[in-house]
């Protein structure tokens, strides 16, 4: 296989069984990788029934077929689990230089079953894979884990951990990698913490081989050139994850007193969540608060990705739309839904996504796995994962009820702004949204809709 390893790794922690398995190529030419693959890999064998947190709920780290090579941003991976924190399906998506280091040792995903007697930690050393102790090293946050393993193991490692959240079950807790990478949301950390798997340690030493050599370095020479001269993209030069020229990630060091600390961010929502929101105005206690979270491996925000029509609505990316109308909004959010989940089953950041599209992430597969990926087939197959994703939640007792927001913005009208005496309309909205998807009035895909996308 092209863009894939075509190998899937399997550890029973119950039993500390460790096994291979080959990836089928037409369930990840289906559902591509990453984000789909591994709700796909999860879905065949985990009822939606299942309690987060027990032994009968599997954990799955999955890479896409651009993780790892040069493609606009291609250092991604996603953990897919049932969330603790919500009961839904989650796939938690992380950056950083741990993804690529998995494919490097040869393998798409991880699939963890049971649950260890006691802490463990996984070390793969390209095809060498096995289960150490981690006894010693419960307890500590993420930086002292992540030195210690790389000094037992190697220093060129990459390691994913968790820190004391998720060991007690916290349920915004977080999987860690590269110090400060985090695959947050929906408390994936709490489902390794009671698995008393402490961390994954990865080293490889073999690349990933694409199928068209000369035109996947065009394809993603002329993308990279559109992320270098957008006005969003082209202007962080930060610190940056695997194969990325954006670079969005920032360093913050605070050299001496109270609030002293060093490490990535604050970001954004990490800036309000510990400044505005709870009226502290003084940046240092922020930086150390964030730093902390790191530390701990938990979480600071919500998932606001999935569909981001802030993107045309505030930004006008990639057209300039009012955001004080309902027209066309249930199309724009259905297709953001389906390009953002082949955006994360690819592998790639979905920043890229303010200054390339469809046309170049659809070459890119194209030109890496060898399968003829057309624009469309792209969007298709973000459908089909956003109808997986749908069906499982279902299964699992949710409904139309559930497609809401807080009556406040429903029924409360703004008082001041732009917005002034406005509410969200969104039962203008949500009947044409179903529509657009295929689905019947209370919001299920319909057999036809299944048929249509081989689900």
């Known amino acids: 296989m092209f863009g894939w390893k075509g190998q899937i790794l399997r550890v029973n922690l119950t039993c500390g069984k460790i096994s291979k398995e080959p990836l089928d190529p037409v369930e990840a030419k289906n559902f591509i990788g990453a984000r789909g693959l591994g709700t796909w890999l999860y879905m065949k064998e985990v009822s939606p029934k299942v309690e987060p947190i027990s032994a009968e709920n599997n954990l799955v780290f999955v890479t896409g077929p651009l993780t790892g090579t040069m493609a606009t941003s291609g250092g991604r991976y996603n953990v897919v ?16 230089h741990f993804g690529p280091e998995l494919k490097f040792a040869g393998y798409d995903a991880i699939i963890f079953e049971g ?16 289960l150490r102790s981690a006894e010693h090293l419960w307890g500590k946050n993420v930086p002292p884990t992540t030195d210690a393993l790389k000094a037992e193991t190697s220093e060129e490692a990459k390691v994913a951990c968790i ?9 915004m807790s977080s999987i860690m990698n590269d110090y400060n990478r985090a695959a947050g949301r929906t408390g994936v950390g709490a489902v390794m913490g009671f698995k008393k798997l402490k961390a994954i340690v990865a080293k490889g030493t073999s690349g990933v081989q694409v199928a068209q050599p000369a035109e996947f370095w065009k394809t993603i020479t002329d993308a990279r050139q559109k992320l270098i001269a957008h006005p969003v993209t082209g202007h962080f030069r930060n610190k940056g994850c695997f194969a990325c020229s954006i670079g969005c990630g920032r360093i913050s060091k605070v050299p001496g007193g109270r609030y002293k600390s060093f490490g990535e961010g604050p970001e954004y929502e990490s800036t309000w969540v510990h400044g505005a929101s709870t009226g502290v105005a003084d940046l240092e206690p922020i930086i150390k608060s964030n730093c902390l ?51 994360d089953s690819a592998g790639l950041c979905l920043f890229t996504t303010f200054a390339i599209g469809a046309d170049e992430i ?94």
């Open 81 to 96: 689990t049932k969330s603790p924190l919500t009961g839904t399906i989650a796939a938690s998506n992380s950056g950083g």
């Open 115 to 130: 649950v260890a007697k006691k802490p463990v930690y996984l070390w793969i050393n390209d095809r060498e894979v096995e």
């Open 163 to 171: 820190g004391p959240a998720g060991e007690n079950l916290v349920k």
């Open 293 to 343: 979270c790191y530390e701990f491996g938990m979480d600071r925000g919500g998932c606001h990705v999935r569909g981001y029509t802030i993107s045309p609505e505030i930004l006008g990316i990639p057209e300039k739309l009012d955001p004080n109308t309902t027209e066309g909004k249930a199309q724009w959010v259905k297709l953001f839904q389906d390009l953002t989940a082949a955006v």
């Open 362 to 455: 659809a070459a890119q597969l194209r030109t890496a796995t060898g399968i003829d990926y057309t624009v469309e087939e792209v969007l298709k197959a973000g459908e089909r994962i956003w109808n997986l994703e749908r069906n499982y939640n279902l299964n699992n007792d949710f409904s139309k009820a559930d497609d809401t927001l807080p009556p406040r913005l429903l029924k409360e009208t703004m008082k001041i702004g732009p917005n002034k005496g406005q509410v969200v309309l969104l039962d203008e909205m949500l009947p044409e949204y179903y529509k657009l998807r295929g689905w019947d009035a209370e919001g299920r895909p319909t057999k036809a809709k299944l048929e249509e996308l081989n689900l």
